[in-house]
C-alpha cells in the first residue's frame, strides 16, 4: 500500500516536471528569438551606418578654357575635387565659399578671388568662375561672363602689342566688373542722397530727416565694403612676393622671375586701385557732407527751441506784470472801506497805478531777460569798457581802489617801465619823451 501511493507520488512530480520544463523551453525559444531579431536588426542599422558616406558639399562653377570658350556650365564639384585638381588649400576655397570679406590670394598655380559678387579661380590655361548663392546681381555677373570670354578669346602671340597673359585678362575682367559695379552702385546711393540734402537746404521736416538717416545707413555700408575692395588691392601691391607669383603662364613654363620683376601686373592693379580709392573718397565726402548737414540741422533746432523758450519767458514775464497790476486792483476791489469810493478819481488813480506797477514788473524782468540770453566770455555784465576777453589784465583792481586811482597807477608803471627800457638801451633822459645819447668817452 505505502509502495503505490509512493509510485504514485512519483508520478505526479514526473507530469509537474514535464510540465515546467516545456513552459522553460518556450521561454529560452523566446528570448532567443527577440535577441537573434535585435542583433538582425542592429546588423542592418551598423550596414546601413556603415554604407551611408557623409554627404560632401559642392561647389558650382561655370568653366572656359583657354580660348575663352565655355567648357561647363554650372557644373558642380567636390572641395575634395577642387583641392586635389587644382593643389588648393581647405582654408583657400573656405574663403570663396564663406567669406564675405574681398581677398585675393595667391597661390603657387592659382589665383584665388573673391570680390563683391565675384568668386573666381584663375589659373594659367582655365578660369572658373563660382556661383554666388543668394546673389541678385544677375545682369552684373552675364556681363562679366561676356566680358571675361571676349578678353580670354584674344590671342596672346601678339605680346609685342601690349597683350596680358592669359591670367591677367582674367584678372583685368574681373576688375572691370568690380569697379563698374561701385560706380554704379554708388550713382544709385548719391542721386537720392543728393536730393535731400538740397531739400533740407530749404526746409527742414521729419520725412526728410528720416530719408537722410535711411540714405546715410546705404551709404555707409556702402563705403564700407569700396574700403574694402579697396584695401585687399593695396594689400597686394604691398607684397612683391605675391606679384611676381601672379604670373602663372611663365611659372607653367618653367620660367622664374625675380620678387622685383612685376611691372607689367602692378600698372594693373595700380590703375584699377584708383579707381577704387577714387569712389571711396567720393563717398567719403558725401558722407561728411551729411554729417555736417546733421550738425548745422542740430543746431537750427537748438535755435528755434531756445527760440520757443525765449518767448515763453516772455510770456511768463507778460504774465507777472499784469497779474502784479491786477493785485492792486484786487485790493481795492474788495468789499471793505478805503475812503476812495467817494473820490471822483479814485478810479482813474487805481488804474494808472496797476498799469503803471505792471509795467515796471515787465521792464526788470525783460531787462533781466535780455541780459541772460546775451551770451559772452565776460558772463552776463558784457564787455563794457575791459577790452577784449583774451586780453589778459596784468594789474587787477585792488580792494577799495576807485577808478581814478587805479589807472593813475597803470600810468605810472607804464611810464616806470618806459624808464627802464631806456636806461638797459644806454639812454639817459632828461625829459623822458627826448631821449639823450650818453656819452661813452
Known amino acids: 500500500m505505502a509502495d503505490l501511493c509512493l509510485?504514485?507520488?512519483?508520478?505526479?512530480?514526473?507530469?509537474?516536471?514535464?510540465?515546467?520544463?516545456?513552459?522553460?523551453?518556450?521561454?529560452?525559444?523566446?528570448?532567443?528569438?527577440?535577441?537573434?531579431?535585435?542583433?538582425?536588426?542592429?546588423?542592418?542599422?551598423?550596414?546601413?551606418?556603415?554604407?551611408?558616406?557623409?554627404?560632401?558639399?559642392?561647389?558650382?562653377c561655370t568653366e572656359f578654357d583657354e580660348?575663352?570658350?565655355?567648357?561647363?556650365?554650372?557644373?558642380?564639384?567636390?572641395?575634395?575635387?577642387?583641392?586635389?585638381?587644382y593643389g588648393l588649400l581647405p582654408r583657400d576655397l573656405r574663403k570663396i565659399d564663406s567669406s564675405i570679406v574681398p581677398h585675393i590670394l595667391i597661390r603657387p598655380s592659382a589665383i584665388l578671388i573673391n570680390l563683391?559678387?565675384?568668386?573666381?579661380?584663375?589659373?594659367?590655361?582655365?578660369?572658373?568662375?563660382?556661383?554666388?548663392?543668394?546673389?541678385?546681381?544677375?545682369?552684373?555677373?552675364?556681363?562679366?561672363?561676356?566680358?571675361?570670354?571676349?578678353?580670354?578669346?584674344?590671342?596672346?602671340?601678339?605680346?609685342?602689342?601690349?597683350?596680358?597673359?592669359?591670367?591677367?585678362?582674367?584678372?583685368?575682367?574681373?576688375?572691370?566688373?568690380?569697379?563698374?559695379?561701385?560706380?554704379?552702385?554708388?550713382?544709385?546711393?548719391?542721386?537720392?542722397?543728393?536730393r535731400v540734402l538740397r531739400e533740407l537746404e530749404e526746409d527742414i521736416d521729419r520725412e526728410k530727416l528720416r530719408h537722410l538717416l535711411i540714405y546715410s545707413k546705404k551709404l555707409g555700408t556702402f563705403e564700407q565694403k569700396a574700403r574694402l575692395v579697396r584695401d585687399s588691392i593695396d594689400d597686394l601691391l604691398d607684397a612683391d612676393d605675391d606679384l611676381a607669383a601672379m604670373y602663372l603662364t611663365e611659372r607653367a613654363q618653367g620660367k622664374t622671375r625675380d620678387e622685383d620683376d612685376h611691372t607689367e601686373v602692378e600698372m594693373l592693379l595700380e590703375s584699377y586701385h584708383k579707381v577704387c580709392d577714387e569712389i571711396?573718397?567720393?563717398?567719403?565726402?558725401?558722407?561728411?557732407?551729411?554729417?555736417?548737414?546733421?550738425?548745422?540741422?542740430?543746431?537750427?533746432?537748438?535755435?528755434?527751441?531756445?527760440?520757443?523758450?525765449?518767448?515763453?519767458l516772455k510770456m511768463s514775464i507778460g504774465t507777472l506784470g499784469i497779474g502784479s497790476g491786477a493785485f492792486i486792483a484786487a485790493l481795492y476791489g474788495m468789499n471793505l472801506k478805503n475812503f476812495l469810493e467817494e473820490s471822483d478819481y479814485g478810479f482813474l488813480g487805481v488804474s494808472a497805478w496797476s498799469f503803471i506797477f505792471a509795467g515796471i514788473v515787465c521792464s526788470y524782468g525783460l531787462t533781466k531777460l535780455r541780459k541772460v540770453q546775451?551770451?559772452?566770455?565776460?558772463?552776463?555784465?558784457?564787455?563794457?569798457?575791459?577790452?577784449?576777453?583774451?586780453?589778459?589784465?596784468?594789474?587787477?583792481?585792488?580792494p577799495g581802489e576807485t577808478r581814478a586811482e587805479r589807472i593813475k597807477r597803470l600810468q605810472e608803471a607804464k611810464w616806470e617801465a618806459i624808464r627802464e627800457a631806456r636806461k638797459g638801451l644806454g639812454w639817459d633822459s632828461v625829459d623822458v619823451g627826448v631821449p639823450v645819447v650818453k656819452d661813452k668817452k
Open 7 to 60: 509510485s504514485s507520488d512519483l508520478v505526479n512530480w514526473g507530469a509537474a516536471g514535464q510540465k515546467v520544463g516545456v513552459a522553460l523551453g518556450a521561454l529560452l525559444r523566446t528570448m532567443l528569438a527577440r535577441s537573434s531579431a535585435s542583433c538582425d536588426g542592429g546588423g542592418a542599422t551598423v550596414g546601413r551606418a556603415v554604407g551611408k558616406a557623409p554627404n560632401e558639399l559642392k561647389l558650382r
Open 67 to 85: 580660348n575663352g570658350k565655355v567648357t561647363l556650365v554650372n557644373g558642380e564639384f567636390k572641395k575634395s575635387e577642387l583641392i586635389a585638381k
Open 116 to 194: 563683391l559678387h565675384l568668386r573666381v579661380l584663375i589659373k594659367h590655361d582655365r578660369v572658373l568662375v563660382f556661383d554666388a548663392y543668394g546673389s541678385t546681381d544677375s545682369y552684373t555677373q552675364s556681363m562679366f561672363m561676356y566680358d571675361l570670354g571676349g578678353k580670354l578669346g584674344q590671342k596672346d602671340s601678339s605680346r609685342q602689342l601690349g597683350s596680358l597673359p592669359y591670367e591677367f585678362r582674367a584678372l583685368e575682367s574681373v576688375l572691370i566688373s568690380v569697379t563698374s559695379g561701385l560706380e554704379v552702385e554708388f550713382e544709385g546711393v548719391r542721386e537720392p542722397v543728393v
Open 280 to 312: 571711396v573718397q567720393a563717398s567719403g565726402n558725401l558722407v561728411s557732407n551729411i554729417r555736417n548737414t546733421e550738425e548745422i540741422v542740430k543746431a537750427i533746432l537748438d535755435a528755434n527751441r531756445n527760440s520757443l523758450m525765449l518767448l515763453d
Open 374 to 398: 546775451r551770451v559772452s566770455m565776460w558772463g552776463e555784465q558784457g564787455r563794457k569798457s575791459r577790452g577784449s576777453w583774451r586780453d589778459v589784465d596784468p594789474m587787477p583792481a585792488l
